[in-house]
């Protein structure tokens, strides 16, 4: 179940839709898919670890500033799931959920069992990724936890400026890229802000790396009017923002939801909506998000969805 609809207005706009983040949890937990998320997550990286975990040597310092941001924020918002204790530098992390007890000094590599961000990653069913935050060098990616990538790796990003690991998108650069530079520019401490991404997509696949994409591109040749409702997701991304005070680096959350369209599409309104949106996406991110090949049948499916409802 999708916990919101993304489409707010009747046409394609290419914005990045900020608004502060009040009174709310960086991180979102379903309690019904968070053990399926976090067993897959584990599988993830124990059979491909640098394709899933990147954490540098030199950001150490940033990875321990997410887990304390991360671990009070989480036991202040699911008390129920979560609990901290901290006596100077020894801490004590209870996750209920996993029926886990992790009691680890602060700061220490050693006294984790990985490396703080992919610890802190395999708690809670966000990808969690770290900018330096630093406007000299163009806030590149310093360190990944990236299990369900949308069509891009670690890889292929670590260690590019903000602008560059979005020169791919088509009309970004001309259309949000100042806005956004100057949006992470301006992030304040204490003061985080969420957007949501879409995508649509021919497969469920959560770890959608871009060596995966094949699987996609037979899949959406694949699509047929009796079959879209049931092999086309529409895929989102609460995505968060929030600046690190000590470092100053930027923490980067998301966290990805998927589900059928034949369920998204399940009124009359939310048909019509999607429907009036895809008919105004320009081709080019179209082709870029990989559903040029069975726009015109999801097209249809949408239309008789708006009549039947």
């Known amino acids: 179940m999708l916990p919101r609809f993304p489409f707010t207005d009747d046409v394609y706009k290419m914005t990045m839709g900020v608004r502060a983040l009040e009174h709310r949890s960086l991180f979102e937990v379903d309690v019904q898919s968070y053990h399926t998320e976090i067993a897959l997550k584990n599988t993830l990286l124990t059979e491909e670890y640098a394709q899933y975990f990147q954490g540098p040597a030199g950001t150490e310092a940033q990875q321990w500033e997410v887990v304390a941001l991360a671990l009070a924020d989480l036991a202040r918002y699911y008390p129920d799931y979560f609990r901290l204790e901290i006596r ?5 992390w209870v996750n209920q959920l996993l029926m886990q007890e992790t009691c680890f000094t602060y700061g220490e ?10 610890w802190l990653g395999r708690q809670v069913q966000e990808d969690l990724l770290i900018m330096s935050g630093v406007e000299t060098d163009g806030m590149p990616l310093i360190a990944g936890h990236l299990c369900f990538p949308s069509s891009w790796c670690l890889d292929d990003k670590m260690n590019k400026a903000f602008l560059g690991i979005h020169e791919e998108v088509p009309f970004f650069a001309s259309t949000i890229g100042r806005s956004s530079s100057l949006l992470l520019e301006r992030l304040k401490v204490g003061r985080p802000v969420w957007r949501v ?8 696949r959560l770890n959608l790396l871009p060596r995966f994409l094949h699987e996609v591109r037979q899949a959406a040749h694949e699509m047929t009017a009796e079959n879209i409702g049931e092999r086309c997701f529409l895929r989102i991304e609460m995505q968060t923002l929030s600046r690190l005070p000590q470092t100053r680096a930027i923490l980067f959350t998301v ?7 034949g369920l998204v599409a399940n009124t009359t309104s939310h048909a019509q909506r999607m429907l009036n949106v895809l008919r105004t996406v320009p081709m080019e991110t179209l082709t870029y998000k990989g559903m040029a ?11 008789q969805r708006a009549m039947t409802h």
């Open 197 to 204: 991404n879409w995508s649509i997509q021919a497969t469920s």
């Open 88 to 92: 100077g530098e020894h801490w004590r």
């Open 255 to 261: 966290r990805t939801y998927q589900e059928a369209i």
């Open 293 to 303: 090949p069975y726009l015109d049948t999801l097209l249809t499916y949408l239309e």
């Open 109 to 118: 590599q050693t006294s984790l069992p990985y490396p703080p961000l992919d």
